[in-house]
């Protein structure tokens, strides 16, 4: 026992935050679902939820089974998911572009998903043919940044980031566009609302879409955690410390645009929370990326959750989250800024 | 084995036709600690990074330890030379202990994070360098010199046969430059090769055993530093008059006004 405190001390460092920061996530997430118009009793919840893991046996309106499983669930863990997703991309390409003011749609994914959307919803398809166009629309996107940059003689990250602002303002002259062209009764309130990001409509089958990637990107971004700090040193001196940057960087940047691009497929374009979250986990847990990256996941999953709660909360119409992030995240952000100067040097 | 980096007729150029330096020959053995002198914009930088395959020659080879250089790894590379670059601009608030700690990632794979014995590692490093009390500190908010030391503890804890050293002293005040000179001369007495460039032949005279002035692409002159920096080659070297001193236990360069 005392072996194994002295054998992993950063990650037991680590491990008594990410128990603190966990708490208040899981008593989110039992919260969230006793909010909506259809009551439910938090009994109700426990109750419907241990049925589904432990085989006892209890009589359940199939209504309070339909609104738990088929309504708030989906929403539930969409919400957790993205916002995991997109802040812990945000603290990778943030190590990465060695800059902490990069969000993670910045080689163009959420423009290049958008547009994917877009034409989909041109064509008047349904929702899931939408989530997969958008989800492809960001990974051309991305590849073409990429290949484009390579193309250039001596290519750095600053090389890379102001082709992805090219390509961006390309995939966004596209939604534009499509916007223009759209039919402004039928189809350009649905690519208005689409771009401006929704939980509301999330279902278990698409969840069941994003789950795997989301999962496997987040895994392998821990996995090279701690080579990030390293990367984040400049990419001459990583290199001379052993580290094969090429494939490092490509790994990031494949492991960040499958996040963003399967969460920018569910929910529509939200910003603010790729930049801000890591920000906030650097103030709690400091800069090294072995202990910001969970931290990021973590902190990423609470504020989505407790943005999309508010949105099904404040008003009757929903208050579609890309505005919700951005209103409550930046009094909050400036709030965070200002009671702690050393947030990076 | 035996412990031996060389470069055998070594050229580079960014563009055809234009050599920053051309047929480069030398050898750098255990304990040595090679001093490369030069003006501004010769090249000794370029040199230094082809050393280490951060840049490439155009021709002729880079042997470490009989092998060619540029058929490693990264990873085989930076475990046998370390390297300080003259400058380091510096993005996150990284602990120094977590900057010493990234030595290790050449013993790391890919997936793999520092553990127990990588830890004490670097503590050992921060505590040979007199460094371990501010092991928790931000080394973006320590002095200039005290950050020389954390890169220094850096490639301590990547444990390599050689190291190169861009500039060593360029940033660093007075007493610094001098004690990190004299740490220079421990390592090399502990058995590291250094390959080091320099603005000062003085520094030459205090921690190196042998000098090469480079000039226009070429090395002018190699050998003891009593036997390099002669008051004719730095005339040659520098365009300015300089004065060798013999002070009883080493030499001194002076420089001379310009009248």
Not at chain 1, 185 to 203: C, E, K, N, Y
Not at chain 2, 29 to 46: P, Q, R, S, W
Not at chain 2, 122 to 149: F, V
């Amino acid at each position: 026992m005392i072996k194994w405190k002295i054998t992993d001390r950063m990650a037991a460092h680590g491990v008594s935050i990410m128990v603190l920061l966990l708490i208040p996530l899981i008593f989110l997430f039992l919260f969230s679902f006793l909010i909506g118009r259809y009551p439910i009793s938090p009994q109700d919840v426990f109750l419907v939820l241990s049925s589904k893991i432990f085989p006892i046996n209890v009589n359940i309106p199939p209504t309070l089974d339909t609104v738990i499983f088929q309504i708030r669930f989906p929403r539930i863990m969409a919400a957790m998911l993205v916002g995991a997703a997109l802040s812990v991309a945000g603290a990778s390409f943030q190590g990465l572009f060695r800059n902490p003011l990069v969000a993670p749609d910045k080689l163009g994914v959420s423009a290049g998903a958008g547009f994917g959307a877009s034409l989909a919803i041109l064509l008047g398809t349904g929702a899931l043919i939408i989530q997969g166009f958008a989800f492809v629309g960001g990974l051309i996107a991305v590849s073409l940044t990429y290949i484009i940059s390579r193309t250039f003689k001596g290519t750095s990250m600053l090389t890379l980031v102001l082709c992805g602002i090219a390509i961006e303002s390309f995939f966004g002259a596209l939604i534009a566009l499509s916007k223009y062209v759209a039919d402004p009764f039928l189809q350009l309130p649905t690519i208005v609302f689409w771009l401006l990001g929704s939980l509301a409509a999330v279902t278990n089958q698409q969840l069941l879409f994003v789950a795997p990637p989301i999962i496997i990107g987040m895994i392998i971004l821990l996995l090279i955690r701690w080579r990030i700090n390293v990367l984040s040193m400049g990419e001459e001196e990583a290199q001379t410390l052993g580290i094969d940057t090429r494939r490092l960087q490509i790994i990031i940047i494949v492991c960040c645009t499958v996040l963003t691009a399967s969460s920018v497929s569910i929910c529509g374009i939200i910003g603010w929370v790729g930049l801000v979250i890591p920000h906030v986990c650097r103030i709690i847990v400091g800069p090294d990326h072995k202990v910001l990256l969970p931290a990021s996941i973590i902190v990423g999953a609470i504020f989505l959750l407790i943005i999309d709660d508010i949105s099904r909360t404040l008003t009757t119409v929903e208050i579609p989250l890309g505005i919700l992030t951005a209103i409550i995240g930046a009094p909050f952000f400036l709030y965070l800024l200002r009671k702690s100067k050393e947030v990076w040097a | 084995m035996s412990q031996m980096m060389e470069m055998i007729e070594g050229s580079f150029s960014f563009v055809e036709n234009y050599n920053i330096f051309e047929d480069i020959n030398f050898s750098v053995e255990k304990g040595d600690v090679f001093c490369i002198l030069g003006a501004n914009g010769t090249g000794k930088t370029t040199l230094i990074k082809c050393l280490n395959g951060l840049m490439k020659l155009n021709s002729g080879k880079v042997l470490l330890n009989n092998e060619n250089l540029y058929s490693l790894s990264h990873a085989e590379i930076a475990k046998n030379i370390g390297y300080i670059p003259q400058v380091h601009t510096s993005t996150f608030p990284f602990s120094v202990l977590d900057v010493a700690l990234m030595g290790r990632s050449p013993h790391l794979d890919l997936f793999e994070s520092p553990q127990e014995k990588d830890f004490k590692i670097a503590e050992e490093s921060l505590k040979t360098l007199n460094i371990y009390h501010m092991r928790d500190k931000p080394y973006t908010e320590i002095s200039g010199g005290e950050q020389q030391l954390v890169f220094i503890a850096r490639v301590l804890t990547q444990e390599p046969s050689f190291l190169l050293l861009d500039e060593p002293t360029s940033h660093l005040d007075f007493g610094n430059q001098i004690r990190t000179l004299d740490i220079i001369e421990k390592l090399a007495k502990d058995g590291l090769s250094v390959v080091m460039s320099s603005h000062f032949p003085d520094h030459a005279f205090m921690s190196a055993n042998k000098v090469a002035i480079m000039k226009e692409g070429n090395f002018i002159d190699v050998g003891t530093p009593e036997e390099v920096i002669t008051e004719e080659n730095m005339e040659r070297t520098y365009g300015i008059k300089v004065k060798i001193v013999d002070m009883g236990d080493r030499r001194a360069c002076v420089p001379l006004k310009i009248k």
